[in-house]
């Protein structure tokens, strides 16, 4: 998809499914670090998720639509501490042209609900990771 970034389109019927998935994803990279020669390098994911089928309040998300906001879903998720993913769960109170005001803009005043998946902490090797999710905002 460019630069570090890549683009998953998954089978799954609810977000919750997605949310599951993305969870999965985080502790496994999180806890196979990149070994180069006698040195280990800790990996680390954000990532955004957003449903193919999405509505906003005055209409259905086209492609474009959705691109975007997993976009701006993934940036939420750097912005918040990386090691984490973000997923819109809906955004029925917002209409498409107040979306345009950015992702950040309508969590903050409620018109969007969201997921974060994140992994919650190591154990003392460091070498397994345990997660966590919830419907963060």
């Known amino acids: 998809w460019g630069g570090e970034k890549f683009l998953a389109v998954l089978p799954t019927r609810h977000v919750n499914d997605a949310a599951e998935i993305a969870l999965k994803v985080l502790v496994a990279v999180a806890g196979s ?3 180069v020669n006698d040195s280990a390098f800790d990996v680390t994911i954000s990532a955004g998720i957003c449903p193919l089928k999405f ?3 005055d209409r259905s ?3 474009g639509d959705v691109l975007v906001l997993d976009d701006e879903a993934l940036y939420f998720a ?3 501490g990386r090691n984490r993913a ?8 917002v209409t498409s042209v107040e979306m345009r005001r950015g992702l950040r803009v309508n969590v903050e005043e409620g018109k969007v609900k969201l997921f974060e998946a994140s992994y919650a902490s190591a154990v003392p090797n460091g070498k397994q990771f345990s997660g966590t999710l919830s419907n963060s905002r």
């Open 33 to 35: 670090p990149i070994k």
């Open 55 to 57: 509505e906003f309040a």
């Open 61 to 63: 998300a086209d492609w």
């Open 78 to 80: 750097k912005q918040n």
């Open 86 to 93: 973000y997923g819109i769960i809906t955004a029925a109170k």
